[in-house]
T-cell receptor, first 116, second 112 residues
Framework: GAVVSQHPSRVICKSGTSVKIECRSL??????MFWYRQFPKQSLMLMAT?????????EQGVEKDKFLINHASLTLSTLTVTSAHPEDSSFYIC????????????FGDGTRLSIL | SQQGEEDPQALSIQEGENATMNCSYK?????LQWYRQNSGRGLVHLIL?????REKHSGRLRVTLDTSKKSSSLLITASRAADTASYFC????????????FGKGITLSVRP
């Protein structure tokens, strides 16, 4: 169990386009989901924590208006990169965890975003 | 700065050998987790060790935690070519509500 599906896996689009990425927990309810960004050969950088039914908590330096997060249900969180530019090109990964103090995060397969 | 720092940064071994990876962190933690990432994919959870635990096993994996030294090690025994991947340690800080801070990762190459 604990499968997280992330869609799409790959996006190539023109500068100025807004891109929506979906993250779904398929077989469990996730009150909290996380969005990360990863540059080539680097670690994961937490962008924001997505809480169902409330506003997301963004990490320092992450623009809320640039990276819109919506967590409308216990199984779905979305990240929208608004008016994307080439510097937004990256690998975006979501994760979800079950309720509990010592529960691991379960990751989607990531979305490779390329802005031309 | 990153909470977790792994070493070595890269490790290349022969199939059948053991691989040992280390992780150090700076502040008090709730638990420490190890994840694996194959190229271009998401992360796969390997093992979680709580701050009051010292050692944990899962199949060919053995994780130790030394809270006095703020360090952890991941041992993969009898390595296989399929173990080739990047390995990350991640810490859940006390009171941080499951938020994880990842280290820079270790690239493991297992030669067949």
């Amino acid at each position: 169990g604990a499968v997280v599906s992330q869609h799409p896996s790959r996006v190539i689009c023109k500068s100025g386009t807004s891109v929506k990425i979906e993250c779904r927990s398929l077989d469990f309810q996730a009150t909290t989901m996380f969005w990360y960004r990863q540059f080539p050969k680097q670690s994961l950088m937490l962008m924001a924590t997505s809480n169902e039914g409330s506003k997301a908590t963004y990490e320092q330096g992450v623009e809320k208006d640039k990276f819109l997060i919506n967590h409308a249900s216990l199984t779905l969180s979305t990240l929208t990169v608004t008016s994307a530019h080439p510097e937004d090109s990256s690998f975006y990964i979501c994760s979800a965890c079950k309720t509990g103090q010592h529960t691991p995060q379960h990751f989607g397969d990531g979305t490779r975003l390329s802005i031309l | 700065s990153q909470q977790g720092e792994e070493d070595p940064q890269a490790l290349s071994i022969q199939e059948g050998e053991n691989a040992t990876m280390n992780c150090s962190y700076k502040t008090s933690i709730n638990n420490l987790q190890w994840y694996r990432q194959n190229s271009g994919r998401g992360l796969v959870h390997l093992i979680l060790i709580r701050s009051n635990e010292r050692e944990k096993h899962s199949g060919r994996l053995r994780v130790t935690l030394d809270t006095s030294k703020k360090s952890s090690s991941l041992l993969i025994t009898a390595s296989r070519a399929a173990d080739t991947a990047s390995y990350f340690c991640a810490t859940s800080l006390t009171g941080a509500n499951s938020k994880l801070t990842f280290g820079k990762g270790i690239t493991l190459s297992v030669r067949p």
